[in-house]
């Protein structure tokens, strides 16, 4: 059955915003009279939440980087058999917090798995599924782990390098601005809260999600 819905996810280092920009984005589609799920990556469903544990705990930084592909994969199977497929093919939208672009970029391009591989396992996870729409929002890392600093939000990424970080900025903007399938918009995310959400609503209407 072909996807009647729109799956738009948000990616971006750490602290660049994705939550805030979800939240307010929902609730001008809700206004649109659309149907709106929210999940975030890993997580979303009572599996995946509880691989989130494991795999993002700050107890676990010894984790190997294979164990951290292979659960990150995992959580995402369950979230798209349960959850995603299911939402789009009854005509919602999903608004995702992280997906498969997020394993592109810290497992395949930052840890050195290879963006092929991380491919294969996405097409999988997923079962073939990409994005309609990508907002990338971009912010240096300094800011962005600046932001998270001093909250109840640093996990055992939040505190990799400086240098990791900026692997991951770079990592971003270099599959974003390939973008194969006309899907990536780049956002400024060092700008004002409103100025971001213009800019993402800018686009949402230019793509006919809500008019």
């Known amino acids: ?12 280092g750490e602290g660049a915003g994705k939550t805030v ?25 009572t599996i995946s939440e509880q691989i989130r544990e494991v795999v993002l705990s700050a107890k676990n930084i010894g984790i190997a980087y294979t164990t951290e592909v292979l659960l990150f994969q995992a959580a995402r ?10 939402s789009l ?5 999903v608004l995702m ?10 497992q395949g391009k930052v840890r050195g798995f290879g963006e092929e591989l991380i ?23 300094e800011i962005g782990i600046k932001r998270r600093q001093g909250t109840d939000k640093m ?9 990791f970080h ?18 990536w918009t780049i956002v400024d995310a060092a700008q004002d809260i409103d100025t971001i959400e213009e800019k993402i609503w800018e686009e949402i209407q230019a793509r006919g999600v809500c008019a």
């Open 166 to 183: 900026q692997k991951v900025r770079d990592a971003y903007l270099e599959v974003a601005k390939r973008d194969d399938r006309d899907r």
């Open 77 to 86: 199977a369950q979230l798209y058999r349960e959850i995603i497929l299911p």
């Open 119 to 141: 491919e294969q396992l996405n097409d999988i996870s997923t079962e073939n599924t990409y994005p309609d729409i990508t907002f990338l929002l971009d912010v240096p890392p």
């Open 89 to 93: 093919q009854v005509g919602k939208v």
């Open 21 to 45: 920009q979800i939240k307010r984005l929902r609730d001008r589609l809700y206004a649109c009279g659309m149907d709106v799920v929210v999940l975030r990556e890993p997580g979303g469903t």
């Open 155 to 163: 996990d055992r990424l939040d505190m990799e390098s400086l240098d």
């Open 97 to 106: 917090d992280r997906t498969r672009d997020s394993s592109v970029v810290y």
């Open 1 to 12: 059955m072909p996807n009647q819905g729109h799956l738009i996810s948000f990616e971006g």
